[in-house]
């Protein structure tokens, strides 16, 4: 099966591994976003809905394993690839014209990674820790939103969303160029797509920090 | 009357050899802006050679946009600002009066500096060696309509055959991938009744000395086409993916 491991090595498989990683967080996020917005719904309907997932918890832990893997798997080919990339062209030119050939979105590609990817670190540690192994019951709801009021937190979750929504622009679309499904019907239609579902993820996730520190949640 | 000229500062790279480190050499030079690119850079070579100083070394054949041996990065764009033409068909109207101008050679691994702006793309060649080929029966000419092929497939095929390997796609990356060149390459021949003998070994040998030339992955940033003078599509790197994976499924290869 040596085969394999050469081909998913190759610079296409890379793209691949790349692609299809992050296909499986793109829908991971749409669940995670639905979940977020429950906080609109107040303590009650959030605390319920922790309480939930506290229900078919073996299920969850199970999904998490797959779900840090994935991310495992895209951050460190998506560096790889960086540092193989970089490797590529040792010596730069002076004058810098991507602007006239690209997006901002595809350029940057690896730096909103980076700044996502630290974004999530903190963001492990002071909820999805706290969520997990705090030991006693606790009112979620209260924690979250107190975190909100917390302005150098809100401001990262914020700058981290916006980003990530540049992120998700160009890799959307990527992807399925990646996967070779690239055709004059249905391409420019994935592209909007695309963009449509960067802003939903942007506005959905972005709005959170900015109505409970502006608003407190009351 | 004399004709008129616009007055320019080239900041053009100079290298003496590979291994040597290289910096950019100011020229004043006053052009008519009927000139092609390359023709100023003639005359600045015929104004050095007159001072008996070394000319810049930079590489053309055909000048008329179809053999893929002139590109220059200017100002950071391979084959200059214009879109869909090469480095031989930039002519000096598309500048201004008191512009700085930069020149420098392509600029990636694969393609090390020979001289001044002149790089060595033989890896194209070695990618090419590897799969960019069909097998034909020699003997009789064969019949020229003995293989129906729809006009759409043949205009497709045609489209990825534009390509002229000037390099151009490597050099606008910031990847320096070959992808758009191997994906034309690719695609020109897996379209065709004619390439499909060796459709999936193709493929798969291509890919393998980009890789071992050390050509960068594709980030899907799309500068490639965006700077390609014969404007060869991104959709091929799209189809060279498809081939790609369908080669590793059904190929008899297990290296």
Same mark, same amino acid.
């Given at each position: 099966?040596?085969?394999?491991?050469? %081909?998913?090595?190759?610079?296409?498989?890379?793209?691949?591994?790349?692609? #299809? =990683?992050?296909?499986?967080?793109?829908?991971?996020?749409?669940?995670?976003?639905?979940? &977020?917005?429950?906080?609109?719904?107040?303590?009650?309907?959030?605390?319920?809905?922790?309480?939930?997932?506290?229900?078919?918890?073996?299920?969850?832990?199970?999904?998490?394993?797959?779900?840090?893997?994935?991310?495992?798997?895209? #951050?460190? &080919?998506?560096?790889?690839? @960086?540092?193989?990339?970089?490797?590529?062209?040792?010596?730069?030119?002076?004058? &810098?014209? %991507?602007?006239?050939?690209?997006?901002?979105?595809?350029?940057?590609?690896?730096?909103?990674?980076?700044?996502?990817?630290?974004?999530?670190?903190?963001?492990?540690?002071?909820?999805?820790?706290?969520? &997990?192994? %705090?030991?006693?019951?606790?009112?979620?709801?209260? #924690? =979250?939103?107190? @975190?909100?009021?917390?302005?150098?937190? %809100?401001?990262?979750?914020?700058?981290?969303?916006? *980003?990530?929504?540049?992120?998700?622009?160009?890799? +959307?679309?990527?992807?399925?160029? =990646?996967?070779?499904?690239?055709?004059?019907?249905?391409?420019? +239609?994935?592209?909007?797509?695309?963009?449509?579902?960067? *802003?939903?993820?942007?506005?959905?996730?972005?709005?959170?920090?900015?109505?409970?520190?502006? +608003?407190?949640?009351? | 009357?004399?004709?008129?000229?616009?007055?320019?500062?080239?900041?053009?790279?100079?290298?003496?050899?590979?291994?040597?480190?290289?910096?950019?050499?100011?020229?004043?030079?006053?052009?008519?802006?009927?000139?092609?690119?390359?023709?100023?850079?003639?005359?600045?070579?015929?104004?050095?050679?007159?001072?008996?100083?070394?000319?810049?070394?930079?590489?053309?054949?055909?000048?008329?946009?179809?053999?893929?041996?002139?590109?220059?990065?200017?100002?950071?764009?391979? !084959?200059?600002?214009?879109?869909?033409?090469?480095?031989?068909?930039? !002519?000096?109207?598309?500048?201004?009066?008191?512009?700085?101008?930069?020149?420098?050679?392509?600029?990636?691994?694969?393609?090390?500096?020979?001289?001044?702006?002149?790089?060595?793309?033989?890896?194209?060649?070695?990618?090419?060696?590897?799969?960019?080929?069909?097998?034909?029966?020699?003997?009789?000419?064969? /019949?020229? $309509?003995?293989?129906?092929?729809?006009?759409?497939?043949?205009?497709?095929?045609?489209?990825?055959?534009?390509?002229?390997?000037?390099?151009?796609?490597?050099?606008?990356?910031?990847?320096?991938?070959?992808?758009?060149?191997?994906?034309?390459?690719?695609?020109?021949?897996?379209?065709?009744?004619?390439?499909?003998?060796?459709?999936?070994?193709?493929?798969?040998?291509?890919?393998?000395?980009? /890789?071992?030339?050390?050509?960068?992955?594709?980030?899907?940033?799309?500068?490639?086409?965006?700077?390609?003078?014969?404007?060869?599509?991104?959709? $091929?790197?799209?189809?060279?993916?498809?081939?790609?994976?369908?080669?590793?499924?059904?190929?008899?290869?297990?290296?």
């Amino acid at each position: 099966m040596s085969w394999v491991w050469k %081909s998913l090595n190759s610079s296409i498989g890379k793209k691949l591994v790349m692609a #299809i =990683t992050g296909v499986a967080l793109m829908l991971f996020l749409i669940i995670h976003l639905a979940g &977020n917005l429950i906080l609109y719904g107040g303590k009650e309907a959030f605390n319920n809905y922790v309480e939930l997932l506290e229900l078919i918890k073996p299920f969850i832990r199970a999904i998490e394993v797959i779900l840090a893997s994935i991310f495992i798997f895209h #951050i460190f &080919n998506g560096t790889r690839l @960086w540092i193989e990339n970089k490797q590529a062209r040792p010596q730069g030119y002076s004058i &810098n014209g %991507s602007r006239k050939n690209t997006t901002v979105f595809s350029r940057t590609a690896f730096i909103t990674g980076s700044i996502v990817f630290i974004f999530l670190v903190i963001h492990l540690q002071t909820i999805w820790y706290k969520f &997990n192994f %705090s030991g006693t019951e606790l009112d979620l709801y209260t #924690i =979250t939103t107190e @975190w909100f009021q917390v302005w150098w937190y %809100s401001a990262l979750y914020f700058i981290a969303v916006l *980003l990530l929504g540049f992120h998700l622009n160009h890799g +959307f679309q990527s992807a399925f160029q =990646t996967f070779g499904w690239n055709h004059k019907k249905y391409f420019p +239609f994935i592209e909007k797509l695309g963009t449509v579902y960067a *802003l939903i993820m942007t506005i959905g996730f972005g709005s959170i920090p900015v109505y409970f520190f502006f +608003f407190g949640g009351k | 009357m004399s004709p008129r000229k616009i007055n320019l500062t080239l900041k053009i790279w100079r290298q003496r050899s590979p291994q040597s480190p290289g910096k950019f050499a100011e020229y004043k030079v006053a052009v008519s802006p009927d000139s092609s690119f390359l023709e100023m850079l003639d005359d600045i070579n015929n104004d050095l050679e007159k001072k008996s100083l070394e000319p810049i070394t930079f590489e053309s054949d055909c000048r008329e946009g179809i053999c893929g041996t002139c590109g220059l990065v200017i100002n950071g764009q391979p !084959h200059g600002p214009i879109p869909r033409i090469a480095t031989c068909q930039l !002519h000096m109207r598309n500048f201004k009066e008191g512009d700085t101008i930069y020149v420098e050679p392509y600029r990636a691994k694969a393609f090390p500096i020979i001289k001044d702006l002149m790089v060595d793309r033989s890896a194209m060649d070695r990618i090419m060696e590897a799969g960019g080929f069909i097998s034909v029966n020699t003997l009789s000419v064969p /019949d020229g $309509n003995a293989i129906p092929i729809p006009k759409d497939i043949a205009s497709e095929a045609m489209d990825a055959a534009q390509c002229i390997g000037c390099g151009a796609c490597v050099a606008a990356c910031k990847n320096a991938s070959a992808m758009l060149f191997v994906s034309a390459k690719v695609s020109q021949f897996a379209l065709l009744p004619q390439g499909q003998p060796e459709r999936y070994q193709r493929v798969e040998s291509m890919v393998k000395v980009m /890789d071992e030339y050390g050509f960068g992955s594709c980030s899907n940033t799309y500068a490639c086409e965006a700077e390609c003078p014969k404007g060869v599509s991104v959709k $091929n790197i799209a189809r060279m993916n498809r081939e790609y994976f369908m080669a590793k499924i059904k190929s008899q290869n297990i290296e």
